[in-house]
Structures are given as structure tokens and as C-alpha cells.
């Protein structure tokens, strides 16, 4: 199809999203950076742009665990060669949607979803693989929490 990344470079580009799911889910989003260039920039409301900005919205998250019980799961990813950045390293962009599944109002896991959004990706191929340039959170439904 025009425009889609081939598959080895589709599996790779889903490895790293799902990557970055599981170490928020796994209480490791201090390591999120590491998914990420130098200049990248996550935006979940509030952005946070370069590694070691990254790194210290990571270790908030992971030192208070305002999420209880979170789940990320990652469907329907679409990734779209741009072609190459000014140092000539392969560019894409993609979207995947996530559903967030948190504890519920009384600490139990529910199967209810908390909250339904995208993912707007930017990536560059670097020397040890593709890093997210750009990542910002979509909000498309939520649980009402009445």
C-alpha cells in the first residue's frame, strides 16, 4: 500500500510501542526514555521534551503510581514512511489506538475500559534502531467515573 512502512519495519515500530506500554504498566517509565532521541518529546497533557525531562516524568509516575492497576493495550497500529530527516535517517509517522484499563473506584480490576484514545507518533531511525522524535495522547472516550 502507498506510503505504509514494509513489514520488518512495521514489527519494529510496533515492538517499540508496545515497549513503551509495558514499562509504564510495569512500573518502569523512569526507563521510558530510553525509547526516545535526545530533543524527543512525550505530551500526555503536559509535555515533556528531551531525555532527561522524560526520564524525571517517568520517575513521578513510577515514585507515585497515580494509576492503579493501569493496562495498556495497543491495537490498530498504521505507520507511514516520511521519507528522511536532515541527517538522512528514515523518518515515519503512525497512530495506534490505545484502551487504558485501570483498578476501579474501590481498588478492584475492572474489564472496563478507563479510558480510549491514539497515540500521534513521530520516529527516526537511529543507529541502534527506530526511537520515537514525537509522541503526544489523544483522548477519545472515558469511563464516567460517577
Known amino acids: 500500500m502507498p506510503g505504509l512502512v514494509g ?9 517499540l ?24 518529546m512525550i505530551d500526555i497533557g ?39 530527516d536532515a541527517d538522512g535517517r528514515d523518518t515515519a509517522e503512525g497512530v495506534t489506538v490505545l484502551t487504558v484499563y ?5 481498588g478492584r480490576p475492572t474489564s472496563t475500559p478507563w479510558v480510549v484514545g491514539e497515540d500521534h507518533d513521530r520516529f527516526v531511525r537511529t543507529d541502534t534502531g527506530w526511537r520515537f522524535t514525537h509522541r503526544t495522547w489523544v483522548q477519545l ?3 464516567d467515573q460517577a
Not at 7 to 15: G, K, N, Y
Open 46 to 84: 503536559q509535555p515533556a521534551q528531551g531525555r532527561d525531562a522524560i526520564r524525571a516524568w517517568g520517575e513521578e509516575l513510577d515514585r507515585n503510581n497515580p494509576y492503579p492497576g493501569i493496562r495498556h493495550l495497543a491495537s490498530n497500529m498504521r505507520f507511514v514512511s516520511t521519507g528522511a
Open 141 to 143: 472516550f472515558s469511563r
Open 102 to 106: 485501570l483498578n476501579d473506584a474501590d
Open 17 to 40: 510501542v508496545g515497549e513503551s506500554g509495558w514499562r509504564v504498566d510495569s512500573g518502569q517509565a523512569g526507563t521510558l526514555h530510553e525509547l526516545f532521541t535526545d530533543d524527543g
Open 7 to 15: 513489514d520488518a519495519d512495521h514489527l519494529s515500530l510496533s515492538r
